[in-house]
């Protein structure tokens, strides 16, 4: 799974899904187990990512650490303020679940098509 691949597919979970921005979104929605997925940037602080390890652990939500920081996430989501933490509530058109589930296949695997 490329970076690429990824931006595209957050992209278009924001043009097509139910995606919402913001931490405490996405604490609530990881203590209820409501999100199907929640993305955090690599610069998140650390209260908040803890929090969310935690909450998305006891919720089997999938959590995934964007490798870009909060500036990079915004761009591709297209907006013009810093995303912490995103929610996808529902991807839309996006392939995103997939490529994680197949990312997660890969290395359990050991495997991968590099």
């Not at 390890?53 to 915004?74: N, Q």
């Not at 290395?107 to 590099?114: H, P, R, Y």
Request: net charge neutral.
């Amino acid at each position: 799974m490329s970076d690429v691949d990824i931006d595209k597919a957050i992209a278009t979970a924001v043009k097509t899904g139910k995606v919402y921005f913001g931490a405490n979104f996405a604490i609530q929605s990881a203590k209820t187990g409501r999100a199907k997925m929640i993305i955090i940037a690599s610069n998140c602080p650390k209260e908040i990512r803890s929090d969310l390890e935690y909450y998305c652990k006891i919720s089997k939500v999938p959590l995934i650490v964007y490798k870009g920081s909060s500036t990079d996430l915004a761009m591709v989501c297209g907006k013009p303020f810093v995303i912490s933490a995103l929610t996808i509530r529902e991807p839309g058109d996006s392939e995103i679940l997939r490529l994680v589930e197949t990312a997660e296949t890969e290395a359990e695997s050991g495997g991968g098509s590099e």
